[in-house]
């Protein structure tokens, strides 16, 4: 299908917008703006390189992005979040949300708070890592990411969840369920969203207290118990309470296999029936990982502010997809349209440029 150029002219604008409001550039001025930035970025993001092979602006672009505060980029990521959901009425929607880390890859010297250590198979030295929270409801072809904020070894999950929801709670009506996985699951997390009067359900481990349960159960037997714990932080005592969901050896259609599950929440009156398909919706976010990697920008950068603000702009790019184009052309279809709309744009302004300086005054 033939995108009208109108649109992508448009979608273009959007983009550069993200990154004046990113950067804090000026657009339609003396100095570099998204405008000019934008067709080397898209043109990396195509060929999944770095902005060095493709264009001539890298260090330009890495001294804006050194210049402004990280919070800048998931500001602006939230304004074209707000706009672009205005399309789906997304302020009028009750949503399931899922958080999850990702991650990028480092070769070099993992030094400094923000470069988690590697094994350094394949020459991976260290990793780079973002929490993301996305919508993931079922009666919403609106996959997105809503969110996605760099995290530094030794960060606090629950008050970085916390913070992300946060940002999130008044671009929609309201939140139905936030999905983890077990890497998650924390006593500090439980007693935070409570608190805060988020609804969870956590795929718990299978720890010596699960397994004790699931031994008493019968095959496909589900059941809920309550749970109280202590958490000592600060040298203080806080006292907090959980649902426990067990279901014993419950029969997957996909692999033919039967599994074990434990889930906990604050959801008291949580169905056991459809728990498991509730959950299994978190893989959602997967995919989106997924398709973000088929604009991966790569880089050789240290510094988190320039790798997270790549990272954002991929997602940038898949929201954009997502809500406007998904029914009409692929990912990859769509990037190489709005590059080659911006190499046109760029090209033509160049040249009313060079044709305004050769007229005599």
């Known amino acids: 299908m033939t995108i009208n150029p109108d649109r992508y002219f448009r979608t273009l604008k959007t983009i550069d917008t993200f990154v004046d409001r ?36 890298a260090d330009s672009i890495h001294l804006a992005i050194k210049q402004v505060p990280a919070s800048n980029i998931y500001w602006s990521y939230l304004k074209t979040v707000e706009v672009l959901g205005s399309r789906f009425k997304l302020n009028e929607q009750d949503v399931v949300l899922a958080f999850d880390y990702t991650d990028e890859d480092f070769y070099g010297d993992a030094q400094g708070l923000w470069i988690y250590g ?4 394949n020459a991976v030295s260290g990793k780079f890592k973002f929490l993301t929270c996305a919508i993931i409801s079922s009666d919403l072809p609106q996959k997105i990411p ?17 913070w992300c929801l946060s940002l999130i709670k008044p671009l929609v009506r309201s939140i139905k369920l936030v999905l983890f996985d077990r890497g998650f699951y924390s006593k500090e997390l439980m007693i935070s969203m409570t608190k805060a009067s988020y609804p969870y359900l956590i795929f718990v481990p299978k720890n010596k207290k699960v397994k004790k349960e699931l031994e008493k159960m019968t095959e496909s037997e589900g059941k809920k118990i309550q749970y109280q714990f202590k958490l ?16 014993k050896q419950i029969f997957d259609k996909r692999t033919g296999k039967s599994f074990d599950w434990a889930f906990a929440t604050n959801q008291s009156e949580i169905n056991l029936d459809y728990i498991i398909p509730t959950y299994k919706g978190r893989w959602r976010i997967e995919t989106g990982f997924r398709v973000q990697d088929e604009v991966h920008i790569m880089s050789k950068s240290t510094d988190a502010r320039i790798r997270f603000f790549f990272f954002v702009y991929e997602q940038v790019l898949q ?12 990912f990859k279809e769509f990037l190489l349209g709005i590059y080659e709309l911006c ?3 760029n090209s033509n302004t160049i040249r009313r440029v060079k044709m305004a300086k050769s007229i005599p005054q």
């Open 22 to 57: 990113s950067l804090e550039l000026i657009p339609y001025s003396q100095y570099l703006s998204g405008f000019d930035y934008d067709l080397d970025l898209l043109h990396a993001a195509l060929a999944k390189t770095y902005l060095e092979t493709v264009g001539s602006r």
């Open 118 to 121: 590697w094994t350094g198979e």
């Open 146 to 162: 809503l969110i996605s904020i760099p995290v530094h070894i030794g960060h606090n999950i629950a008050k970085e969840v916390c």
């Open 232 to 247: 000592n932080k600060d040298k203080t005592i806080i006292r907090g309470k959980t649902t426990l969901a067990l279901l």
């Open 319 to 330: 929201l954009i997809w997502v809500v406007l184009y998904k029914e009409e052309v692929s």
């Open 343 to 345: 190499k046109e744009r």
